[in-house]
């Protein structure tokens, strides 16, 4: 089947464009005169033109899928067809480049493809998570119960990321205001005050000389700072992109001091809940632990999933593979081993989940309530310093000058 982009006049005159995939161009044409489009231009796209890759993630946000999956799943277990459903949707979107990716779903429906292989001709807007669940719920006949899975995963996924976010604003807007009145200090006021001092030849406390000899050098040296912080950080980014650059860092971001067990919990979190989804939507074993480790973003807990995928192929439990790896609570493996042994793993993922996430809001609430007066304190701290290193001189200042 072929990619064609095509130009075309609406009812009303207005021109639009887009993609479409069909076994030709005449049936393109009867695709787009179907939906009260005339055709302007069709023209082939060949394979490997910008045209027909997917660049981006078209703007689309959590809430745009949670809400496209929702009310899809209300529609499809309501009974209506999968075109109907999807034509709704479409006019339901107010994002346009979302409202063209449903579109090019709607083009490739009605040219015979599946929604799973629809959708996963846009990697950017619907993950390999989406697409497994979907193409099981196909399998199946249950595709309205596959898309409120997905809905329901989102929602939780969408509400977890915004309880961290929430745990870090504050934090992170004291340090920012702190970095910002230094900046101001040492750009603007201290290099003023410099030339005041020296003229009265007044002697500085060793703080006014320290921040004074720092300025200097910031001033002295800036592009060469900058140039070595650029360069450094396209190094770390080359490093990354290695495989053995990617299994360290994310070793190292389990193994820092004080935040490691936040951390861990947090993936355990994601990991527990996309794993009861898949389960409870009855994706094969394989393909869940397949589809769970392109979802986690830490390559330590991909490997111990690629781990558990090659010992479940020959035969051993999640549980026995969990019960040697140090990344996995003794909790976890626990309820994993009781759930396999009664044929509820999905259960067991769940309750393991509600465990971590819960743990998790617990941990980022107190850590929340503990940093306040301690930022507090070192913003304090920081002020006192900055202000007292200016205004002891000046007060040396008056003296001489009285």
Known sequence: MATFSYKARQANGTLTKGTLRAANEERAGSLLRSHDLTPVSIEEVKEGSVLNKTIGNFGVNMRDLIMFFREGASMINAG????????ALQKQVRKQSFASVIQEIIYDIEAGESLSISMSKHPAVFNQFVLGI??????????GSSLTAIANQLEEEYGFQRSVRAALIYPIFVLVLVVILIVVMFTFVLPQLVTLFD?????????TRMLIAITHFLTSYWI????????????????LRTTEGRYTFSTWTLQIPVLKE?????????????????FASDVPIIEALGLA?????????QRILDDTIQAVKSGSAISYVWEHEPHIPAMLTTMVNVGERSGRVSDAFTQANKFFARDVAEVLESVTILLEPILIVILGIGVGVVVGSVLLPIYNLVLVIS
């Open 262 to 278: 936040i951390i861990q919990k947090v993936y355990l979190a994601r990991m527990t809940s996309i794993l009861a989804t898949l």
């Open 293 to 301: 480790r392109e979802s986690i973003g830490n390559r330590v807990y």
């Open 80 to 87: 209506v067809p999968i075109l109907e459903t999807l034509q």
């Open 134 to 143: 979907i193409r099981t719920g196909e399998a199946s006949g249950k595709l």
């Open 199 to 207: 003229d009265a030849h007044v002697q500085l406390p060793l703080v």
């Open 224 to 239: 060469i700072l900058l140039t070595v912080a650029i360069a450094l950080g396209f190094l770390l980014r080359s490093w």
